[in-house]
DNA sequence: TGATAAACGAGACGGTACGTCCCGTCTTGGA
DNA sequence: TCCAAGACGGGACGTACCGTCTCGTTTATCA
């Protein structure tokens, strides 16, 4: 079974990139919500139709233009110990994302994400999916080497390492510094509790729920 | 200090209540992205200008009618377990956070919180400090009835507590139900390392970090 | 029976000239068919929802613009002889028509007026339908001064007269000058034949039309 | 005088015909002014160039392609009387034109002819020269025969004859039948007053003219 | 117990941006 | 070599809301 190849005019590289680029320049300085379509086209020197062509919607494009400064060089580490490879990326991380314009851009992609599930989708698989996967595989590498408990919840462990960063971040009540990397990864490793691992287990469901519809 | 009251009409109860219910019918119908100042004065049957006179921004009309609903009775567990205690306190905020329009009104929230400074500080104090301030309480009985290490960073323990809840909240990627609450109390409190707490202390800093502009 | 008054704001008077101002203005720098609504917004420094509020399409509001000019002090003749009368009628309202932005304005609207019923309404109130009574108006004179056939068709006799003025100015194959009115008027009062109107009395039906569905 | 042919240009006469037969569909769907030429590439399946490289504008594609349903055979009457060959004339004219699309086609062609030099030219040999012509050859056998006055304008006598028929076209303010093409023929040739042609020769000059800018 | 001034509903206003349509030109690749 | 397909920069469309600004009309003190 072949596809047929359509006769027609390709996409413009130079259209393109004047978008991306443009799309750039002004998240820098307006921020996500400011930023529109008719903004971006007039600075690229392009048709709007252009980019309605190929973005269905403002986030698209915004992931896309971030998208490719993210996928820059950006290796797994290994530094033959669990607590220094999480160190290290998470270090990594947030020196990336705690660079002005990218807050913003995360927060208004989020926003968005919350009505458009397709948006929330491409954030996903954009953002999020690659450095869990980068997690996994350093708790499996800790696994392999005694370092971390065999049923270790990986999703969890790895709610709990990112979780505090995107809390931090939108919130702002606390830094994304090196040195909260390093306390997060060891508070994270050794846990809050005194006590060994198996005497925690099972807790209780002896409680009632303070339950209603508020938050 | 009491202001002196001049000799004029109040403002009306009536209008006040109709725009508090028209903007908690209308964000559950539209979303917040999609609710309109426009669209709540006409459900409301009120002028804009009666909305504009008495909130500043649709931030902070939607802060005020979620205000109602948060402030009902919610009190601090005490099952004489740090445990069980977070475990209930989570419980109880995940029930209360995940249903539907919650999650849109808060990314929408903390969406604008971003390049609204008093939105930020309202939301803070509105949903954020006094959780943060319970599972203080929390953790320091843990201390004193020696369940929790004394050189706890509560901050990050409240970060690791919560931060995976807003995670999971605006990211969709996994459930807010009892059971991640419970797994998420217990990989906390024991931590992922199979070694103890002290073995861990003190990473070394040398490694060289990955860095540049992008996130 | 009273009718309610509505509490509310009133169309604003320096709007609404501005925006017929901007239309004369702009419809003589562009013609009728390169006049934009967001130009003539534009110029009249308005919004375009206030010209969209006060007139359903560019048509209208070029009638209204163009009307006003047209019922600026325009008087049925009266020199006590049906010539005469024709004679000045015509060569005042050819002398009003022809000048440039004119006959665009008016072409453009008969355009319009093919496609949008509402648009020949107007047009025909605001700008045929007054001519032609003055011409009835006229002519009764005339009959009343025996100077013309009591049997005449008045809709024709109007029809000879404007006709050729909107054909020429359509087409252009003619001017529209004083002596066109004059020997227009003595054409059609004097007919071509040179036998008397009762040789002439109802032509026969004896000949087969040549018919098909094109022009 | 004949073109000689270049090489070969093979697939042009369908793609021509396709583009003809679009617009003559289009055009009674949709009226002239909502007529698009992206539209008409669609529908004829041709690309936007093929129809841009052989018509300079869309006046000229319609008036090409309405010119091959008017050439259709349409002699001069000859029925021996001047009144009896007018009345065949405007009857079935009257019958060709007044068909629906051809109304909206004529404004059309008469709007963008007002801008546009070439479609005026292009109309009036294509559409109004030979009528005019024709008319002229049967006053001129009128004058002949005695029927008509040696000294007629015949210019004025077409626009007596022609011009009702686009006014009542374009204004639709009475129909285009044959009770309308036999009256308007009497009256024309009879004129509308009592007295001989001879008492109503060289009205006066003398009455001031209302004058001004409007129409 | 009026008067009176702020608050009210209504919605017009100057704007910004939306997403769509079509213009006339330009580019590509298959027939 | 011709041409369908359609991408391109551009202009305008008509709509939705923004936040501000009049309009009369309530309505609740306090003089």
């Known amino acids: 079974m072949k596809t047929k190849k359509k006769q027609t005019r390709r996409r413009s ?27 971006i086209a007039t ?14 919607s403002k986030a698209a494009l915004i992931i896309e233009a971030y998208s ?20 290290e990326l998470l270090i990594t991380i947030f020196a990336r994302i705690r660079i002005p314009p990218s807050s913003k851009v995360m927060t208004g992609l989020i926003a968005e994400a919350q009505t458009a599930p397709e948006v929330a ?3 996903y698989t954009g953002f999020i999916k690659k ?11 800790g696994i392999d080497r ?8 990986m999703d969890i462990a790895a709610d709990t390492l990112f979780g505090p960063m995107w809390y931090r971040l939108l919130l702002g009540h606390g830094p994304l510094d090196q040195k909260f990397a390093k306390k997060l990864v060891q508070q994270v490793l050794a846990g809050l509790s005194t006590r060994r691992k198996e005497t925690l287990q099972g807790g209780g469901d002896s409680f009632s729920i303070q339950d209603s519809l508020s938050v």
Do not use: C
């Open 43 to 56: 600075r690229a020197g392009v048709g709007k139709q252009t980019i309605y062509r190929w973005w269905p």
């Open 131 to 141: 450095r869990r996967e980068m997690v996994f595989g350093l708790i499996q590498k």
């Open 146 to 153: 005694g370092e971390v408990h065999r049923d270790t919840d």
């Open 121 to 123: 989708e491409q954030f």
């Open 68 to 87: 490719q400064k993210v996928t820059s060089n950006f290796q797994s580490p290994d530094n033959g110990s669990l607590q220094l490879d999480l160190e």
């Open 13 to 39: 590289k130079q259209a393109h990139e004047a978008i991306i680029a443009a799309t750039l320049e002004l998240i820098e300085e307006k921020g996500y919500l400011r930023l529109s379509i008719e903004g």
